[in-house]
């Protein structure tokens, strides 16, 4: 499976928010809320160590977090 299969996308549909597996045409969950769906779907990535992407009404990347091997890993230790 590759980084890009294995990770998280909060995304807009039309019933309000969705949480889809990269390379998935298919929503694995849908919820009214973005807070709610960021919620459940960054958990998922954190226990499948997977990458996590929220996109914003748009579409467009607005934030993401790598919960897996990161061989780049960030200096500071928030």
Sequence with gaps: MT?????????????????KKGGSAR??????????????ARDIAKRQKAEFYIHGKDGRIRSKDSYGNDPNPPKDKR
């Design 3 to 19: 980084k890009k299969q294995n990770s998280q996308h909060v995304v807009k549909d039309d019933d309000g928010w969705a949480v």
């Design 27 to 40: 929503a694995t969950r849908h919820f009214d809320t973005q807070q709610e769906a960021i919620e459940w």
